[in-house]
């Protein structure tokens, strides 16, 4: 099969990402099929894809580290081969990537997906959230990885990791509202933007793209006031599902998704604020950023980028705050 009849399209040539399919959760019930225990999970990333990097934040921001382990796939990924672990050959590149702890001998994230359902046939996607105990998938959607880790553990963390919830009651509608535009229009709009197959597609995309981010940067203009998240005062998940966009958007998709009609750091003041701010005085911001693994990967795609060259830029990846 060519490789493109891979990328999953609408009949208009939209790019459509496919539901996740394993959408169990972890509770704190003692009695549940998924309770919270330390060092029964583990979640499987690439530091180059958005969403698995929600999880590395919040999985930090909360403090998991020692209670929910990671796993970091090599950046070059197969379409139909899917994800691969660290093996001998590979260089300082793969900085960060081991070979699978946990099944010694397993190559590829596919592996993993056919032990949890040996009739699984969805994509093999990351981020993958792993039971060491009924030896299975109790998640690979991201979005509601992140809430588990929000709170299912807290019984295991300290007051001040308790205390921290970017889910928090009083905000939740309107987080849930954000979070579907942001998600629709920039989230996966980006990807609509890169993997369009044809100028319409492409064109509707890049104004919904466009038109979103221009909401979001007169919305950060007004509540700068208040504080420097997206609903002020408080770090809340939205801030987390909008970083990961934002952060590779100059870096990646401004070039390889042809997301160009502007830039975040010349064309966007309070959106790169926002982000500088998140990257460079949140240290869970920073440290969860891979931008080598982020170029390895994106550019490796071939079917976008035949000879897989990396761009130099731009430089700075990441513009200091001045
Ligand atoms: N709904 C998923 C989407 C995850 C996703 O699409 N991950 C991409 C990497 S950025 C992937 O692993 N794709 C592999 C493939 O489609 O073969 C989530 O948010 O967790």
């Known amino acids: ?101 946990l099944h010694p001998g397993v190559k590829r994230l596919k592996e993993l997906y056919l032990k949890a359902d040996p009739e699984y046939s969805g994509r093999f996607s990351v981020p993958v959230l792993w039971d060491k105990t009924n030896g299975t998938i109790v998640s690979n959607e991201s979005s509601e990885i992140i809430r588990m880790l929000n709170s299912a553990f807290n019984y295991l963390l300290p ?29 996966n709009g980006v990807y609509k933007c890169g993997l369009a197959k044809g100028q319409q597609a492409y064109d509707r995309a890049i104004e919904d793209l466009f038109t979103q981010l221009d909401a979001v940067e007169s919305h950060l203009q007004v509540k700068h006031d208040e504080g420097p998240f997206y609903f002020g005062r408080l770090l809340t998940e939205t801030d987390i599902r909008l970083f990961v966009t934002v952060i590779r958007f100059d870096i990646v998709y401004y070039n390889l998704f042809k997301t ?44 976008l980028n035949p000879w897989a ?14």
């Open 1 to 101: 099969m060519k490789s493109d009849a891979l990328i999953p399209r609408s009949e208009n040539g939209d790019f459509q990402r496919p539901g996740a399919q394993f959408r169990d959760v972890i509770s704190p019930d003692p009695d549940g099929r998924f309770p919270a225990e330390s060092g029964r999970y583990h979640l499987y990333v690439s530091y180059a894809c958005p969403w698995a990097h929600r999880t590395l934040i919040v999985r930090k921001l909360k403090g998991l580290e020692n209670i929910v382990g990671v796993t970091v796939v090599h950046p070059h990924m197969s379409l139909v081969e899917s994800w691969r672990f660290y093996n001998s050959e590979d260089g300082a590149a793969e900085e960060g990537c081991v070979p699978d702890p």
């Open 159 to 187: 007051p001040e990791k308790q205390k921290i919830d970017l889910y928090p009651p009083r905000l939740q509608l309107q987080i849930d509202s954000v979070n579907l535009q942001i998600y629709e229009n920039i989230n």
């Open 260 to 303: 160009n009609r502007k830039m975040i750091r010349l064309d966007y003041p309070n959106i790169h604020r926002w982000m500088q701010n998140l990257y460079w005085n949140i240290s869970e911001f920073r440290l969860t950023t891979n931008v080598g693994h982020i170029k390895q990967h994106y550019f490796s795609l071939t079917i």
């Open 309 to 322: 060259i990396v761009p130099d830029g731009p430089l700075p990846e990441v513009v200091p705050i001045s």
